[in-house]
């Protein structure tokens, strides 16, 4: 089975994607928060429809403002699931706005929702079961393939980028939350 940096060079949406933002470190809440949103999403469907689909959540999803969305009312619900640029299940729209209040949240205890993620990296959380087990009780709508993709994806976890993939060399410049494991373990 071909890995992901064999089939995005030269797609027309994958290849954007893989070069410029999977596996790529985010330190902003927002966009953390929009990747997490769109794992949530693409559950049960291909990631080229929720790329074909991203700039239409955006929208949607007023630029993935946590206070927005966290404000979100039954009037928002009714016109996410009216709107057919993004996925209309009333579970994960509504999971999107309650995350959206579970990351403030975490702002209150740790500053940030990179905070957090930075707080159970350093405190021994590096694999993807632990990480589960952190995210069910955290978040909802968080199966294993939805967490393990935020993190990988965010660069936490390993696995975005083949060794020999050019874009890997330029996420390890970055040096990743699951690169600097090797250094500080």
């Given at each position: 089975m071909?890995?992901y940096?064999e089939?995005?060079?030269?797609?027309e949406w994958?290849?954007?994607?893989?070069?410029?933002?999977?596996?790529?470190?985010?330190?902003d809440?927002?966009?953390l928060?929009?990747?997490?949103?769109?794992?949530?999403?693409?559950?049960?469907?291909?990631?080229l429809?929720?790329?074909?689909?991203?700039?239409?959540?955006n929208?949607?999803?007023?630029?993935?403002?946590i206070?927005?969305?966290?404000a979100?009312?039954?009037?928002?619900v009714?016109?996410?699931?009216?709107d057919?640029?993004?996925?209309?299940n009333r579970?994960?729209?509504r999971?999107?706005?309650?995350?959206a209040?579970?990351?403030?949240?975490?702002r209150?205890?740790?500053?940030s929702?990179k905070?957090w993620l930075?707080?159970?990296?350093r405190?021994?959380?590096?694999?993807?079961?632990?990480?589960?087990?952190?995210f069910k009780?955290t978040?909802?709508?968080?199966?294993g393939?939805?967490?393990?993709?935020?993190l990988?994806?965010t660069?936490?976890?390993?696995g975005?980028?083949?060794?020999?993939?050019?874009?890997?060399a330029?996420?390890?410049?970055?040096?990743?939350?699951?690169?600097?494991?090797?250094v500080e373990?």
């Amino acid at each position: 089975m071909p890995t992901y940096c064999e089939i995005a060079p030269g797609h027309e949406w994958h290849r954007p994607y893989h070069d410029h933002e999977y596996g790529y470190p985010l330190h902003d809440d927002n966009a953390l928060f929009e990747r997490l949103v769109l794992e949530i999403n693409q559950a049960g469907l291909s990631w080229l429809t929720i790329l074909k689909k991203k700039a239409a959540f955006n929208i949607a999803f007023d630029g993935f403002d946590i206070d927005t969305v966290a404000a979100y009312g039954e009037a928002d619900v009714a016109r996410l699931l009216a709107d057919a640029g993004i996925i209309r299940n009333r579970l994960k729209v509504r999971a999107a706005i309650e995350n959206a209040k579970r990351i403030q949240q975490l702002r209150h205890t740790h500053g940030s929702f990179k905070a957090w993620l930075d707080h159970h990296h350093r405190a021994g959380t590096h694999d993807k079961a632990a990480w589960m087990t952190l995210f069910k009780k955290t978040f909802v709508f968080t199966g294993g393939e939805i967490v393990n993709e935020f993190l990988m994806s965010t660069g936490y976890l390993p696995g975005c980028h083949t060794p020999d993939c050019p874009i890997y060399a330029k996420i390890a410049a970055l040096n990743p939350p699951w690169m600097r494991l090797r250094v500080e373990g």
